[in-house]
């Protein structure tokens, strides 16, 4: 019984340190950093940058290499110009 | 169908897949995307540094040079355009192409030798790596960019080698343009970003 309560309070303790230490400390990176408003947005832009460039350049990959995949498996497209030396 | 000693065998015909990208050009694709990424980190610091300044530009530093650049990216941007003529003329022609590949580099030797000229004025007017955010920045992320121009040059350099002595893969031209229209494609970017 005194193990449990000792493990309720452990429990109940690291959670109310979890919910307040990281305001108190600005363990956020950017607590103390945005304090204006242009700040703010070139956080949630920059956010959204790095968030949408590496969908995009991998999605445009992928799509790319559909495309090239069908247009390769077409009968009249002969691939022999991407694989081959050419002789001058 | 059966060979003495080894009971039956299968004989499986050769595969006729094809490969869809060059291994050099997918490499070349992952590179560019590692630095895709490096620069969008150093935008984006830069942009959340210009945002928090209180004045901006600071005011005891030099204005960077926006016409004289603007002619630069033009100059940057027509090399770009006169690679991809190269390698429409490379799939019929391959021999014709080399001297729009040449044009096409010394349009870009040029956009290095000017953006040299422009930071040796700059340093002289007293805009240093240390003297301000703005200073860091500029000399990071334009130095940066220009460090990927010596060495894109450098490959093209090599391809139009290869082109002049006879032997030249696609696959090898195709490397190079994709790291040349990544420096290319990049600078306007870093310009409308960092110069207005």
Redesign the interface.
Same mark, same amino acid.
């Given at each position: 019984m005194t193990y449990r309560f000792a493990a309720n309070a452990l429990a109940g303790f690291a959670a109310a340190l979890i919910v307040t230490s990281p305001a108190l400390a600005e363990a956020c990176a950017v607590c103390g950093a945005a304090r204006s408003e242009a700040s703010r947005d070139a956080f949630i832009a920059t956010t959204v940058f790095m968030t949408l460039l590496p969908l995009l350049a991998i999605g445009g990959v992928v799509l790319w290499l559909r495309r090239r995949a069908r247009r390769l498996a077409e009968p009249s497209v002969a691939p022999a110009e991407d694989r081959a030396s050419v002789r001058i | 169908m059966s060979m003495p000693g080894y009971g039956r065998m299968r004989v499986v015909a050769a595969s006729q897949r094809?490969p869809?990208?060059?291994n050099a050009v997918m490499g070349m694709?992952i590179f560019v995307?590692t630095e895709?990424?490096l620069f @969008?980190?150093l935008? =984006?610091a830069f942009?959340?540094a &210009? @945002? $928090?300044a209180l004045i901006w530009p600071p005011p005891d530093q030099p204005r960077l040079p926006v016409e004289e650049t603007a002619v630069n990216t033009l100059a940057l941007l027509l090399s770009g355009a006169l690679l991809f003529g190269a390698r429409r003329i490379? &799939?019929r022609a391959? @021999?014709r192409s080399a001297r729009l590949l040449l044009f096409s580099m010394l349009l870009g030797a040029f956009f290095v030798v000017f953006q040299g000229m422009e930071w040796l004025a700059l340093i002289r007017q007293g805009l240093t790596l240390t003297s301000s955010v703005l200073g860091g920045f500029f000399y990071l992320i334009v130095g940066l960019h220009d460090l990927h121009a010596v060495a894109a040059l450098g490959l093209l350099a090599y391809a139009w080698q290869r082109?002049r002595r006879?032997?030249? =893969? $696609? $696959?090898l031209l195709?490397t190079a343009e994709v790291f040349w229209y990544f420096v290319v494609v990049l600078w306007p970017v870093l310009y409308l970003r960092v110069y207005l």
């Open positions: - | 094809q869809l990208v060059a694709l995307f895709a990424m @969008a980190g935008i =984006s942009t959340i &210009r @945002a $928090s490379f &799939r391959p @021999a082109l006879g032997w030249l =893969s $696609s $696959s195709a």
